[in-house]
C-alpha cells in the first residue's frame, strides 16, 4: 500500500468507494486541461474550478507535493498558502485558499496550476501509472485538486493532450478528439478516475467491453466473462423498472492488489488465479454498486457497501448453487468472530460514525442474510427491487420499503439484526 492509499484510509476511506453519489449536489465544476508525457513520467495541468457553495468562503485542496507548487489566482481568490501537512508524511501540500464572499457563485473562479512528475520513485502498489504502456489515475495519487473535506463532490470537463494510438475508459463519457481525449462527467462525483490503454486485448459483449492490459494477455478471461454474463442478466432481471445497467468498462490490470470501481469503470487486479466464486461475487458485487445511493462519506455507507455485497451473494447463488453461499457466509461469520476490538453495530437511530470494513462488508451482508431468512427469497427479492427502484439512501427510507413488504413484525426484527 503506498502514502496516498495509506492517507485516504486514514482519512476517508475513500480507495473503498465507487466515487458516484448521484442523489447529491455537486460543490464544484472543474473545467481542466491536461498534457501527459507517459515517457517522462510528468504531466502539466491547469484547471478552472467554480464554487458552487455561495457561504464558502475559505476552502483547502490536497495535492500530490511532487507536483511541485501550484500556481493560483482567479476572480474572487484572496490569500494563498500552503503546507506539507505532518499527517501525509510531506507526500501531499494542502493549499488553503481564502474566497471573497458571493452573490451567487459565478463571479468566483479558481485558477490553479501545475506540472511535474506523478512519481518520483515507482510506487509499491501500482494503482495508479503514468507510462507508456498505460496511465490509470484515480483520486489515490492526489493527481487533481481533491477539497480536504473528504466529501466534496464534483462534476467536470476535462481535455487530454496525449498524442497516439490509445483508448480510453472513464466514470462516465469519454471521446477522442485529434489531440487526445475529452471526459464529460456531469453526474456528481468525489473524484475523476479514467484510464488510457495503448497496449490491450479487447472483447466486446452486451453490457460491457473488457480491456485486458496484461502481457500476456488472456489468462482466465472466460471465467471473466461468464461473471460478467450471469451478473449482467441477473441484476437486470432482479432490478426490474429501476434498471438495466449501463455499459460497463473493465480493465485487468496485472497487479495483485488495488481492484476498485468508480461508477461504470471497474478495475481489477490480475484474475489468473481467481476462483469461480470469488469471481462472480467480486463482480455482481462491483455493477451492484449502480443502485447505491447512500451518502457515501457518512453512516449510511453500509447501505452501499453491505446491499452491494449481499446482492451479488444472492447472484453467485443463483449461479453456482447453495454450497458456495453457505461458504461464503461461514467464512463472513468467522470474519466478524475473529474481529479485533468490539465491533459497533451496523446501524441505529443513534449511530453517528461511517462502518468501518468489517461492519459495512461483513456484519451488513450476515444482517441480510438474516433478513432474507426471515421472510423468504421471494419477498426479499421484492424488496431489494423496490429499494433499488426507490433510490434509497438512508436506513430509515430503507427500513420503511421493507415493512410495506414484510410488515411491521418483520422490521422490528431487522432492526434487532442491525442493531446486534
Not at 495508479?128 to 490509470?136: A, G, M
Request: aromatic residues 10%; glycine residues 8%.
Amino acid at each position: 500500500m503506498n502514502i496516498f492509499q495509506s492517507a485516504l484510509l486514514a482519512c476517508a476511506a475513500l480507495t473503498a468507494l465507487t466515487g458516484i453519489a448521484s442523489a447529491q449536489e455537486a460543490r464544484f465544476h472543474y473545467d481542466g486541461d491536461l498534457r501527459l508525457s507517459p515517457e517522462t513520467g510528468t504531466l502539466s495541468a491547469s484547471w478552472t474550478i467554480t464554487p458552487h457553495e455561495t457561504a464558502l468562503t475559505e476552502v483547502s485542496f490536497l495535492l500530490n507535493a511532487a507536483l511541485g507548487e501550484a500556481d493560483i489566482s482567479g476572480p474572487g481568490v484572496g490569500a494563498v498558502s500552503s503546507e506539507l501537512p505532518a499527517s501525509f508524511g510531506g507526500m501531499l501540500r494542502a493549499y488553503t485558499i481564502q474566497l471573497e464572499p458571493s452573490d451567487g457563485g459565478a463571479d468566483r473562479r479558481i485558477d490553479i496550476r501545475y506540472a511535474g512528475p506523478l512519481f518520483p520513485e515507482p510506487p509499491a502498489s501500482p494503482i495508479n501509472t503514468l507510462d507508456p504502456h498505460k496511465v490509470e489515475f484515480t483520486v489515490d495519487s492526489f493527481w487533481m485538486p481533491f477539497d480536504q473535506r473528504f466529501s466534496s463532490l464534483v462534476t467536470a470537463d476535462l481535455d487530454i493532450w496525449l498524442p497516439g494510438d490509445w483508448a480510453g475508459v472513464t466514470m462516465q463519457a469519454i471521446g477522442r478528439t485529434p489531440g487526445g481525449f475529452y471526459i464529460d462527467q456531469d453526474t456528481p462525483a468525489l473524484g475523476l478516475a479514467f484510464t488510457l490503454m495503448a497496449d490491450f486485448q479487447r472483447h466486446e459483449a452486451p453490457g460491457y467491453v473488457i480491456y485486458d492490459t496484461r502481457e500476456p494477455a488472456g489468462d482466465n478471461i472466460d471465467a471473466l466473462v461468464a461473471a460478467l454474463d450471469h451478473c449482467t442478466a441477473y441484476l437486470n432481471d432482479v432490478s426490474g423498472n429501476a434498471g438495466p445497467l449501463p455499459e460497463a468498462s473493465i480493465v485487468v490490470t496485472s497487479r495483485d492488489e488495488g481492484g476498485y470501481s468508480r461508477g461504470t469503470l471497474i478495475a481489477l487486479t490480475d484474475i489468473a488465479d481467481t476462483g469461480p466464486a470469488s469471481m462472480m461475487q467480486f463482480i455482481c458485487h462491483e455493477l451492484s454498486h449502480y443502485w447505491s445511493h447512500g451518502n457515501a462519506m457518512s453512516v449510511e455507507n453500509w447501505l452501499n457497501e453491505s446491499f452491494a455485497d449481499y446482492t451479488a451473494i444472492m447472484g453467485m447463488r443463483e449461479a453456482l448453487g447453495e454450497d458456495e453461499y453457505e461458504a461464503f457466509m461461514a467464512r463472513y461469520q468467522r470474519q466478524v468472530d475473529a474481529a479485533t476490538g468490539p465491533l459497533g453495530p451496523v446501524w441505529t437511530p443513534q449511530t453517528t460514525e461511517r462502518p468501518d470494513f468489517v461492519v459495512a462488508y461483513r456484519k451488513g451482508p450476515l444482517a441480510l442474510a438474516r433478513a432474507e431468512a426471515l421472510i423468504g427469497r421471494e419477498a426479499f427479492a421484492r424488496f431489494i427491487q423496490r429499494a433499488m427502484a426507490e433510490r434509497v439512501a438512508t436506513t430509515p427510507d430503507m427500513l420503511d420499503v421493507f415493512e410495506q413488504v414484510a410488515g411491521a413484525e418483520a422490521r422490528a426484527a431487522f432492526e434487532t439484526y442491525l442493531a446486534d
